[in-house]
C-alpha cells in the first residue's frame, strides 16, 4: 500500500437509486453501484462516506470486488466497513487494498465476506473499458450526492488537468465536467457502453477556476 497525506474533503453520501434517461447500457451499470459504510467505533453506528461500483478487476479473476476512492479510507484503513448494495441489501467488506497518492492514484479495493456472498448472486460487475481520451466523449455516473439518494449524472471528458499558474500534483489528471457534489468520491465514470473507466476522485467549483471533477485511473495492474 501507499499513502500519500493531502488536504482533502473527502465526500459523503446516503443510498437508493434515483434515475433518469440514460442509454441503456449505462442504465444497467446501476446495478453495480453502492455506498461504502463506515462504522464508528465511538457509537457503533454506521455512516456512508464514499460512493463505489462494482467492478471486473482483472487481477481478480472474476471475483465480485468493490472500487472507491482510496482517500475514503486512508486515515482509517483498519476500521469496520460495509456496503449499501442497489437492492437495499448491506454486506460487510473487508479493505483488499488502497492507494491515496496523486496523480500516481486514488483507489480502495474492496471484497464481500464470505457470509455475505449470497447477497451477490445478481449483481453484474462493471466491464473495465478504454481510458477517455478525445474531449467531448460523454461520461456517465451513478453517485450519492451528500444527503442525497445515488443518482444519475451525465456530462463530457474535458482532457488532462493542467494548471496555467504553473505545475501542481494533479497535471495530467483526467478532467470531466460532471457533477460532483460532495458524496461523489469513489463514484466510477463510464462510457456510453456502461463500461468502468475512471474513479471520482475530486470535484471543483466555479469559484475554483474550473466547474467539474478530476478522475483517478482504476487499479488494474
Known sequence: MMKTKMIFSAAVATMSIATATAPSAVMRASQAAVNIMFQDKNTMSWMTICSGSFVDLPLFKGE?????????VDELPNNAYAAHLFNNDNVDLELVDYMFAWPIGDYAIFRVVQKDQAALKNIKPLKVGKRFSTPGEPVYMFSGPLGTVLNYYEGYYSGKMGWVDGPTEVDDMDWVVLN???????????????????????????????HGAMLADLPLN
Do not use: R
Not at 465480485?64 to 475514503?72: D, L, M, Q, R, Y
Not at 458524496?183 to 466555479?206: M, R
Open 180 to 210: 460532483s457534489a460532495p458524496g461523489s468520491s469513489g463514484s466510477i465514470v463510464l462510457n456510453a457502453k456502461g463500461e468502468a473507466v475512471s474513479i471520482l476522485v475530486a470535484g471543483f467549483g466555479p469559484d475554483t477556476k474550473l
Open 64 to 72: 465480485k470486488v468493490i472500487v472507491t476512492a482510496g482517500h475514503c
